[in-house]
């Protein structure tokens, strides 16, 4: 006979599942700080570690949360310095723009699509006075978001140590180690994510600034420095850090051939940086499903917004080590794990 609770178990775990979404996106102003905390923390505790054996462990504490805040702020110069000069450039020269619009006009009037009664009817003054409070407002939210990690991370390296203890201590044994041994494991994983996507984060970066100058475009240091940034945001970062390289392409060469070379060459470079390359350097320790890569991206996207593209990977790696560590969890760790695990 069939189990008639076989049913009943898979809807009750569904409606769960979408519950839980539903509350950490209604609630993103509460857990994306922390998600993003318990990273860093992760990244940032052998440090603190090392430091406690030979300085206090406060001391040890305000040094490496110094360090993860200018890391932190240091990405965030990087970010705004690289597409200020870009906004900077392409509004400062605007016979070149006012030229690509008329191009790109002429050309979808050939195909029938009239571009000035879409930008007369969707881009008019309101819409730009719309628009820059909403700016202004992103701007301040991701100031108001950083402080509240910064927070997060102060008080979670002070915590550290008495939470591991607390863990080994508690009555349910089996549950603080399945716990310790998963946040170490990890905590191990995350560093190693961190380290491998920096790497090759550089790379891609190195090789977009010399291809771009030796194609002769404009900005070849802040093209190599958003390939850099929006590495670190898989599948989304790269397409974006090779459109917006393409369109100046196309303004400054007036030539779609040679835009659509330049897009050619920088999808290459990131094929062989990210496909090819960071796999082969990551190892199997960190191997995911690709699909499963996609999805955590998008979704996490959908809850969290960039927030959530950022950190999507690293949660998915979180939770397949968590169910690593426990028999009943396992099959689901080898289910969503890369193809390639079980070979060689």
Not at 42 to 53: G, H, I, N
Not at 67 to 76: D, H, K, P
Not at 280 to 288: D, E, F, K, T, Y
Request: overall charge positive; proline content about 5%.
């Amino acid at each position: 006979m069939r189990d008639p609770a076989g049913p009943t178990s898979a809807a009750g775990a569904l409606c769960a599942l979408i519950l839980v979404a539903g509350a950490l996106s209604l609630a993103r102003s509460v857990f994306a700080p922390v998600a993003f905390a318990l990273l860093v923390i992760a990244v940032m505790w052998p440090v603190q570690s090392r430091l406690q054996a030979v300085i206090p462990k406060a001391l040890a504490a305000a040094t490496s949360i110094i360090l993860a805040t200018a890391v932190i702020a240091g990405f965030g110069y990087l970010v705004v310095w690289a597409f200020s000069r870009v906004i900077r450039s392409a509004l400062n020269d605007p016979a070149r723009l006012q030229a690509f619009y008329v191009r790109t006009a002429e050309w979808l009037e050939t195909h029938g699509i009239v571009l000035a009664g879409l930008w007369a009817e969707h881009f008019d003054a309101r819409w730009l006075l719309r628009l820059l409070p909403e700016i202004l407002n992103r701007v301040n939210g991701a100031a108001t978001f950083l402080f509240v990690v910064v927070i997060y991370v102060v008080l979670g390296l002070l915590e550290v140590d008495d939470a591991a203890r607390k863990l080994r201590a508690a009555p349910g044994r089996e549950f603080g180690r399945v716990l310790l041994a998963g946040s170490a494991a990890t905590a191990a994983k995350l560093r190693r994510f961190m380290l491998v996507r920096t790497l090759m984060s550089l790379m891609t970066g190195v090789l977009v600034w010399a291809f771009v100058a030796l194609a002769g475009l404009e900005l070849a240091l802040e093209w190599g420095v958003i390939a850099f940034v929006l590495n670190y945001v898989p599948v989304i970062g790269p397409l974006v850090a090779t459109v917006f390289p393409t369109l100046f392409a196309l303004a400054q060469f007036a030539s779609w051939q040679t835009a659509l070379t330049v897009f050619a060459c920088l999808n290459l470079i990131q094929f062989l940086v990210g496909s090819y390359l960071e796999p082969r350097v990551a190892g199997s320790a960190l191997a995911i499903s690709p699909f499963l890569v996609l999805f955590a991206v998008f979704f996490w996207s959908f809850l969290w917004g960039i927030a959530g593209a950022f950190i999507g990977v690293p949660i998915v790696i979180a939770v397949l080590t968590l169910c690593e560590q426990h028999p009943s969890g396992r099959w689901l760790a080898d289910l969503l794990g890369s193809p390639d695990d079980g070979k060689g």
